[in-house]
Every structure is written in structure tokens, then in C-alpha cells.
């Protein structure tokens, strides 16, 4: 069975940074692709940010420029770098790992429980 598990949340004023990590343990015997989405209050949740295994990128448009994925396939680990961060920011951001458990299994995929982000003064 495998788990993820984010930690790196908090209370961040307007204009400040956060980085937000998520490990992932368990039976993984190769990673997809790694990813980062948020809900907010009254919303439907959103890609944030996402990275393949050979490490290439997107971002959702409100992100670019501020957020940075990143990823350690070895280690099971994706982060989130967060600058500028603004009061929209505000939500609860889960990790997502796509992965296999072994060679020929199919593709699965484990969230994390979420974290919750509060960007205010």
C-alpha cells in the first residue's frame, strides 16, 4: 500500500513564500508523474502545478512566474515552491504521485490528505 503525506502549510502574509513537500512511501516501483492541486472554499479543485518523471513542467495559468514543481524520483518526493503569494492562493493543496508497483502493474495514482494554505494579514 502506498501513502503520500504533505507537510510545509501555514498562515503567510500577501506577498510571502512557502514551500510545500509530499513524500510518498510504500510499494513504488517506478513514479509517472508527480503533481500539486488546491481547492478552495466553494470550488472545484484545480491543477496547480505538475512534473513528469523526466522532469518536465506545467502550471496553471495563475501560478506561472510565482510557483516552481519540483521532484526527486529516488527519494519519492515532489515540492512546491509558493512566492508572491496572494489571498486567492488561499486553499487546501493536496500532492498527487502517479506510479506503478511493479513492472507490469497498471497505472495507480495516491493523493495526500491535503494542506491547508492561508495567504492574509
Known amino acids: 500500500q502506498v501513502h503520500a503525506v504533505e507537510s510545509g502549510g501555514g498562515l503567510v502574509q500577501p506577498g510571502g513564500s512557502l514551500r510545500l513537500s509530499c513524500a510518498a512511501s510504500?510499494?513504488?516501483?517506478?513514479?509517472?508523474?508527480m503533481g500539486w492541486y488546491r481547492q478552495a472554499p466553494g470550488k472545484e479543485r484545480e491543477l496547480v502545478a505538475a512534473?513528469?518523471?523526466?522532469?518536465?513542467?506545467k502550471y496553471a495559468d495563475s501560478v506561472k512566474g510565482r510557483f516552481t514543481i519540483s521532484g526527486d524520483n529516488a527519494a519519492n518526493m515532489v515540492y512546491l515552491q509558493m512566492n508572491s503569494l496572494k489571498p486567492e492562493d488561499t486553499a487546501v493543496y493536496s500532492c498527487?504521485?502517479?506510479?506503478?508497483?511493479?513492472?507490469?502493474?497498471?497505472?495507480?495514482?495516491?493523493w495526500g490528505q491535503g494542506t491547508l494554505v492561508t495567504v492574509s494579514s
Open positions: 510504500g510499494s513504488i516501483f517506478r513514479l509517472n508523474g
Open positions: 498527487n504521485f502517479g506510479y506503478r508497483s511493479s513492472k507490469y502493474s497498471m497505472d495507480l495514482e495516491v
Open positions: 512534473i513528469t518523471s523526466g522532469g518536465s513542467t
